[in-house]
DNA sequence: CTTTTTTTGCAGTGATCGATACATAAATAA
DNA sequence: TTATTTATGTATCGATCACTGCAAAAAAAG
């Protein structure tokens, strides 16, 4: 049977001559910048360094390496989304915590900005559809987490008892979507992070104690 | 010579046995729906019902019928953004004119929804680089006719003196870019609308007469 | 009619797509 | 050692990619 990963005690045959964790981070790098249609078997094994049956032997196919490389992608990259809505000091401070973190990450740092989520596999052949699919459910679980942490601020009278939790939710996921392609389009962490300022208005017109709102027009930025 | 494409008076040899606006839309409706990379040229000779050779005779590449798709796209489905921006009672009713037609034509009606151009090839193979510029230009040149409008509504006295209406224009263009990706994930209509409303509200703030402002927590939907 | 022009369908181009067959290499187990 | 197991490189597989050569077809021009 399997000996299955044990880090300890070398595997039976012939030691792999890769790193499986990296090859799924070159995957990660190569799907993000020129999307799933865009990445050629041929492009990843030049850029692993490995040849296509190597590479066949560890990953059963294209589809699962990419759905390996998303999840890669949640855990690294993206996990500062989970951590900021775990803030529990506010909504309001984790919606920002939210925001300016990713204004601060999906700006273009030599490779292609924006969040490999928002804007992986919009559109697809049909032979691909599950691909997309299986995307769109992980953004629309994105904006149940954010509403819940609404909720959760709802909940403990820090927002409105009226507020539209799922409106707002489905507005900030939107508000990340959109950064996103500001950023791929080239936006600087500047300019993402004068629209994420933006973006967090509408959340202070649902608080219940708006004392200390920070006026946008005098300063020309909002204290953070 | 070529005899142009004069209306009357036929042309000399074999007369087309399609129409050429009609190909371009049909290959818009596949280009919007699997993306440039997703949709073949034998996806697109069997919808336009048509063989390769003649649509050759016509367009002389993929990529050339790509860019006449999204002229027509820009023409017609997309044509409300520029209406809307013209529209000269105020630059809040501009804005809100444009984020209200972006609501109702996004949401899903059979065909995927969302903003052909803003959704439109953010990441492809490094062959289609310039196809990926392309797009990108159209996105930035939206942005900044958002900002002309806003510019305008700032010199009329409607916006304070400090705003910042290049952040406020980035904001409204990923506002139209989330909205998008939401409408291609399933968006509802109302869903859209709801969005919309709260991302007029970071706009109010910037008013220099914010009297009427109407109050989104009482009656938990803004009067339009 | 013949000539000229343009579009047509058929059949194919070389290249690349994702994925594999096969034999060899390199490790452990017996 | 020999057997077993796993990974490797080479050399593809059939299918599809965007695109074309070629000759017949269908029109106007001479």
Redesign the interface.
């Known amino acids: 049977m399997k000996n299955a990963d044990a880090p300890h005690g070398r595997r039976r045959g012939r030691p792999r001559q890769f790193d499986r964790d990296e090859a799924v981070a070159t995957a990660l790098a190569l799907f993000?910048?020129?999307?799933y249609?865009?990445?050629?078997i041929a492009d990843l094994t030049r850029a692993i360094g490995v040849s296509a049956t190597s590479l066949y032997g560890v990953f059963p196919s294209k589809e699962v390496l990419f759905e390996e490389a998303v999840d890669l992608y949640q855990r690294t990259a993206g996990a500062f989304a989970a951590t900021a809505l775990e803030n529990d000091a506010s909504a309001e401070a984790a919606i920002r915590a939210l925001l300016l973190g990713a204004a601060q990450r999906y700006a273009a740092t030599g490779q292609?900005g924006?969040c490999f989520i928002?804007?992986g596999v919009?559109?697809?052949?049909?032979d691909?559809h599950g691909i997309a699919m299986r995307m769109?459910t992980r953004?629309?679980e994105a904006r149940a987490a954010i509403k819940a942490r609404l909720d959760r601020g709802k909940d403990q009278g820090e927002l409105?008892a009226?507020?539209?939790t799922?409106?707002?939710a489905?507005?900030y996921?939107?508000?990340?979507?959109?950064?996103?392609?500001?950023a791929?389009?080239?936006?600087s962490d500047q300019?993402l992070r004068?629209?994420a300022?933006?973006?967090m208005?509408?959340l202070r017109?649902?608080l219940n104690a708006p004392s200390q709102a920070p006026e946008?027009?005098?300063s020309?930025h909002l204290h953070l």
């Open positions: 993000q910048a020129r999307g249609e865009g990445t050629s292609p924006g928002s804007l919009l559109s697809c052949a049909t691909h769109a953004r629309i409105q009226t507020t539209d799922e409106a707002l489905a507005f996921a939107a508000t990340l979507q959109g950064l996103s392609v500001q791929r389009d080239g936006a300019e004068r629209i300022e933006l973006a208005i509408p017109a649902c946008l027009s005098r020309g």
